[in-house]
């Protein structure tokens, strides 16, 4: 959770003032937390303000799982100001797109400070005022409001004439009578409205985003497409014009340094204005904020003016032109601006393309840990581009393609059967990419902190939570693997060092959750030669891991660091449990490389936990922390119902390794998780267990870290620790794991409640919908939320097998979802009535290989007949009827391309 040089980085901003006594706690622990830690440990946790009767209103749970709309924010209930939708790149830094269109942040200067909006703000518990900085929540319980964030000047404008009046408008909030914005991603689309207008106006804006094709969703760019609709009976002329400030050492360019240049730029596909700097002070060219930026209109019918005043945004704004080069002085604003010119007959529309890209190719210098630091080669996006114009001419000439399948993908994710909140919750954290949170070196390695800058080193137990990069860019996680945790993090034991470079051991759970994950990107790849290649490093880390328990029952016992940041003595369900599913992944890759003998080894550990789990971890109720040597001298959860208890299981059902110990135990735990953890509002709680960082507030509802149901004293250790805080928390990625868990056992209800709850909390009336904050900003354990949409479908997956399966959780007669695989992505549908069941895989792009399909089956008699279609072409396959389930093996592989669909009738 963070990082471990005490030296350079506490652990806690919030928790860094007075030192523990014990040494099993490196940290240090402010007095106001010390005695607020003791005063909670030497009393017993009151449980009467989580209610077990949750009390929710059936209708309200009922409308959880309606199709609906999307998510939409309006400028009348002041819900615009918060937003930010990262609409840039992957990696390429963080720009916002705000509620009313234009863009604000602008953090692609290189900032090393932590989060979007670095600050220290009061916050009052319930008891006390309190100092919470930025990686505790600041920014949770005051956010950043796009006004106070503008680094540059940005914005479109209209000019309407009807040949009897001209309106003149800024696309900005003060202009409309209301602004709606559909918060998805990766595209948000804005209507402004006037009831007095004769044209409708929607923008929809956001990065170029391409599932699958990690280097043309890594463009540092932003691109609007702007929608008018003449609503007239009469033919309109409409001008849009849009602008963007030279950035070009815009944060600490001084009077002598040099001279801002904008320079014109006219093509046959398309027009720019290149913002640069010319230095006078060499030192100038090395600054964070050395670099360019660029405004383009992708079209023919453009008027350019390098040096434009639009303030006011006036008739003598819309008729001004200017080719020539314009400079300014570093304290002058120099803004660039291009109009483009439609006439519009009634009832048509036309469209206006624009991209803003920028280019500042400094890497942080204080990562001087990393090789790629030291060798001063930048960023990916810096070898591929040599400044922003050339950015804006790759979009433009290859425009059709990048922009068609950015639409693709979005109106193919959201064209489902599934509530649409549901889809937006489940995607929105993969903007966590397109922040400042991540990087792209020049040599192709992708690094990550866990929030914006904040705790470095792609730490392995934080980012193995996170499922969405996994499906939606699998090459970034596959060479994850293999460059970092099987290669600069592999220790010559089999131990992966936890944050690679920034880390001198490994953590228990970050080495499970590894070997997780290199069995799903084994899984997301086309074939075994990643397996193959890495096979020797594998074994070596799995063996690493079943070292660590000593006494030979397939249970963890080895004290090791784990992402609560300490070590914990003894037996513990949820390390135990992961461990479990990570030798059966290693089992099953064990059995694909023929390595009988080490898929013996394994299985042998599997079984001796799955017994022991449930024999000896299991309360009756819950799985607990069996304590260790030490006794319940340091810190544990002991007897306490912990929210990730059964998490080695909700992994299992992500990479399709199925049931793993007793089902009605672990559906026992998740109970008790909803009985005892779940509140409808969190306020009651926190107010009597303190010390936890404000990610919920009262009125909110959610799923709390750990509680005391047997209410014992001194539940969490003998020790007063500062790390006891995080238990009375809410904290979105663990939150989003228990829910796709929940899900995948059929516990719909409570899924998607809390799910909603964090959908709620982070509604755009009270804080920005697009920032799910933990250890800072767009913290990436929140990328768990994939994990729902994974388990909702009952989706299954293997690429080098050829293998897919769907089964989803509800509305089977009637089913249509989004799925991506090593090679292509599409639709699946499946619909059914009295006699027969059909089920359509639709590739929109790339292609998809199979062997065996499973679907679910929906039918109440035995089934006469399989017939599967590609296009007219009857492909002949053999089926296998089961209780639930019909599996549909093919008798040569099916190679399914974009634009092609497999359609299977069931009889």
């Not at 099993?24 to 003791?38: A, D, E, G």
């Not at 001419?393 to 950015?406: C, D, G, M, R, V």
């Not at 328990?549 to 609560?564: A, Q, V």
Request: charged letters at 25%; one cysteine or more.
């Amino acid at each position: 959770m963070n990082p471990i040089n005490q030296n350079k980085h506490p652990r806690r901003v919030f928790l860094k003032n007075s030192s523990l006594a014990t040494p099993l706690f490196l940290f240090q622990v402010p007095s106001w937390v010390k005695s607020l830690i003791t005063s909670v440990s030497d009393n017993p946790f009151p449980l009467d303000n989580i209610p077990a009767n949750k009390n929710l209103d059936p209708a309200w749970i009922k409308s959880l799982y309606k199709r609906d709309k999307p998510t939409t924010y309006c400028k009348t209930k002041n819900e615009l100001k918060y937003i930010g939708m990262p609409a840039g790149g992957l990696h390429c830094g963080t720009v916002y797109l705000g509620g009313d269109g234009r863009l604000w942040l602008w953090e692609i200067y290189n900032d090393d400070r932590e989060g979007i909006d670095p600050k220290t703000i009061t916050w009052n518990n319930g008891t006390r005022d309190l100092q919470v900085p930025n990686r505790d929540g600041a920014n949770y319980v005051e956010p950043a409001i796009a006004d106070n964030k503008r680094t540059l000047e940005q914005g479109f404008a209209l000019h309407i004439n009807d040949g009897s009046k001209t309106i003149i408008k800024e696309l900005k909030e003060s202009d409309w009578d209301e602004i709606l914005f559909e918060a998805t991603y990766p595209l948000a689309v804005i209507h402004y409205i006037d009831k007095n207008m004769p044209i409708e106006i929607t923008v929809t804006a956001g990065p170029l985003f391409i599932p699958l094709d990690a280097d043309n969703s890594e463009l540092p760019a932003t691109v609007f497409a702007i929608n008018i609709k003449n609503k007239s009976d009469k033919k309109i002329d409409v001008t849009v014009a849009g602008w963007l400030e030279n950035g070009a050492n815009k944060i600490t360019a001084k009077e002598n340094d040099g001279t801002k240049m904008n320079e014109a730029i006219i093509q046959k596909e398309y027009a720019a204005i290149f913002s640069s700097f010319k230095a006078n002070n060499p030192q100038a060219t090395t600054q964070p904020d050395a670099g360019t930026t660029c405004i383009s209109f992708i079209g023919t019918n453009a008027t350019l003016n390098t040096n434009a005043e639009p303030w006011p945004v006036d008739e003598h704004f819309f008729n001004s032109k200017n080719e020539k080069n314009a400079e300014s002085s570093p304290s002058e604003k120099l803004t660039g601006c291009i109009l483009s010119t439609e006439n519009i007959e009634a009832g048509n529309s036309k469209q206006f393309h624009y991209a803003l890209s920028w280019h500042f190719n400094h890497p942080l210098q204080k990562l001087d840990k990393l090789k790629e630091i030291q060798d001063k080669e930048g960023y990916y996006y810096g070898k591929r581009f040599s400044n922003a114009a050339a950015v804006a001419n790759y979009i433009a000439t290859n425009f059709e393609k990048l922009y068609s399948q950015t639409v693709l993908w979005q109106q193919t994710y959201y064209d489902s059967s599934l509530p649409h909140w549901l889809l937006e919750r489940s995607v929105i954290n993969i903007g966590t990419l397109a922040t400042a949170n991540t990087y792209r070196f020049a040599d192709g390695r992708f690094w990550g902190w866990e929030g914006v800058n904040s705790c470095e080193g792609t730490c392995t137990h934080v980012w193995q939570y996170a499922q969405a990069m996994a499906r939606i860019f699998p090459s970034l996680e596959k060479d994850t693997r293999q460059r970092t945790d099987l290669g600069t993090a592999l220790l010559s034991n089999g131990g992966i060092l936890f944050r690679a470079e920034y880390a001198d051991r490994p953590a228990i759970d970050g080495q499970a959750g590894t070997i997780l994950r290199i069995y799903r990107e084994h899984q997301m790849s086309a074939d075994d030669s990643f397996l193959k290649l890495n096979w020797g490093n594998i074994k070596k880390a799995t063996l690493f891991m079943m070292a660590q328990d000593k006494n030979n029952d397939g249970i963890t016992d080895t004290p090791m660091e784990n992402t609560l940041d300490a070590m914990w003595d003894g037996e513990i369900a949820w390390i135990a449990g992961l461990c479990i599913a990570a030798a059966k992944a290693a089992q099953l890759m064990a059995e694909e490389m023929h390595d009988i003998d080490f898929a013996k080894v394994c299985n042998a550990y599997v079984e001796k936990g799955c017994a022991n789990m449930a024999d000896k971890l299991f309360n009756g109720e819950y799985f607990i922390h069996r304590a260790g040597e030490t006794g319940r001298k340091n810190l544990g959860s002991y007897d306490t119902c912990h929210i990730d208890q059964v998490y080695g299981q909700s992994w299992a059902w992500q990479v399709g390794i199925g049931r793993l110990w007793d089902k009605e135990k672990t559906l026992s735990a998740l109970r008790s998780l909803w009985k005892y953890n779940f509140a409808p509002d969190v306020g009651p709680y926190i107010k009597t267990h303190l010390g936890g960082r404000p990610y919920a507030l009262p009125g909110e509802a959610g799923l709390v870290m750990n509680t005391n149901p047997y209410n014992n004293k001194k539940p969490y250790g003998e020790n007063e620790s500062w790390q006891m805080g995080y238990f009375n928390e809410c904290m979105t990625g663990f939150e989003h794991q228990v829910a796709s868990h929940m899900m995948a056992e059929g516990m719909t209800d409570e899924a998607l409640i809390i799910t909603k709850a964090i959908h709620d909390r982070y509604n755009a009336g009270k804080r920005n919908p697009y920032n799910e904050i933990e250890c800072s900003d767009h913290y990436a354990r929140a990328m768990a939320s994939y994990g729902t949409l994974i388990t909702a479908c009952g989706f299954e997956y293997h690429g080098p097998k050829g293998y897919i399966r769907f089964s989803p959780k509800w509305n089977k007669e009637n089913f249509k979802a989004p799925f991506t695989t090593a090679e292509g992505w599409g639709t699946f549908t499946q619909n059914a009535n009295v006699n027969t069941q059909q089920h359509v895989f639709d590739i929109k792009y790339g292609s998809l290989r199979l062997n065996k399909i499973v679907v679910d089956k929906l039918l109440n008699q035995k089934i006469k007949r399989v017939v599967v279609m590609l296009g007219d072409k009857r492909i002949g396959a053999i089926y296998k009827e089961g209780e639930t389930g019909v599996s549909i093996e093919f008798k040569e592989p099916v190679k399914i391309k974009a634009g092609e669909k497999l359609e299977i009738e069931i009889r």
